[in-house]
């Protein structure tokens, strides 16, 4: 969606959820001496600044990183990928990448909106970072299996275009015939209309062994629809849902 851009809602609660996530996965992925590939198929621009009026208008990170940060531990990945960033600024999930990825690993991130995109290839410059102009869903098929053949996608789209949710279970299908190895996170919004529980029932179906983590939290504002964040994970890094416990406590304290 070309007029999605992520500033308005940078650091908010599905972030810290989506996030937290993705630096555990990333950190055990890491533990071994072999070098791996990300992918993300809708990157943004990598990095928020919250000082940004698009950032205040809307009062997210004010409802999410601001309240949970001190819920983590010091030495969370999580934690550590915050620490890493320019002071005011919020990383999105390339950045969170980045900060824990070593220079033998690869990195590929689309983006299609081309602010974001500009945004994305001066924010992330690194000798391992390939930024694409390009659909990130063309993208990910057009590249898996990637090489390194070990690795992890992140899928997180706007789903402001209704026929995502659809489209999502059968492109994962395929992936996952390309990349049986692969670990692909697809994020999801939870909102009060229900909208994601379709393809969830599909994605669970198509993929019984895969690991479902839900969080709710109370709206960002009046009207907002949002009230809880997803993730849906085919081979999900060993421990990963234990792991994710403690994450699920901290968002409770919220609701």
């Keep these: 969606m070309l007029s ?7 650091g908010n ?5 989506k996030h937290a996530a993705l630096a555990l996965a990333l950190d055990y992925l890491t533990q071994k001496p072999k070098p791996l590939s990300y992918i993300e ?15 205040v208008k809307t009062g997210e ?12 531990a010091k030495d969370h990945p999580y934690v550590r990928a915050l620490n890493a960033q320019p002071e005011g600024f919020y990383p999105g999930s390339p950045a ?7 220079p033998e690993d690869s990195l590929h991130l689309a983006e299609l ?13 690194a000798p391992n970072t390939h930024v694409h102009h390009q ?41 996952t015939r390309k990349w049986n190895v692969g670990v ?25 062994e895969a690991l479902t983590h839900e969080v709710g939290f109370p709206p960002a504002r009046e009207g907002h629809r949002m009230m809880g964040s997803g993730l849906f994970v085919v081979n999900p890094p060993y421990g990963l849902g234990p792991a994710l416990k403690p994450l699920g406590a901290l968002f409770r304290k919220l609701t």
């Design 13 to 17: 609660a599905a972030d810290v959820h």
């Design 61 to 72: 990170a004010a409802q999410g990183i601001a309240r949970l940060r001190d819920g983590f």
């Design 184 to 208: 692909v996170m697809i994020w999801y919004p939870i909102l009060n209309s229900g909208a994601h529980r379709p393809m969830l029932r599909a994605l669970q179906a198509d993929h019984p």
């Design 4 to 10: 999605y851009q992520h500033l308005y809602h940078a």
């Design 96 to 102: 969170i990448a980045q900060a824990l990825l070593r």
């Design 41 to 55: 198929t809708h990157a943004g621009r990598g990095r928020y600044d919250l000082s940004a009026p698009e950032a």
């Design 135 to 175: 659909d990130g869903l063309e993208l990910a098929q057009s590249l898996c299996p990637p090489t390194p053949r070990r690795g992890l996608m992140l899928v997180d789209p706007s789903y402001e275009i209704k026929a995502e949710y659809s489209q999502l279970p059968k492109w994962l299908t395929a992936i």
């Design 113 to 125: 909106h081309p602010q974001e995109h500009a945004a994305l290839r001066a924010n992330l410059r």
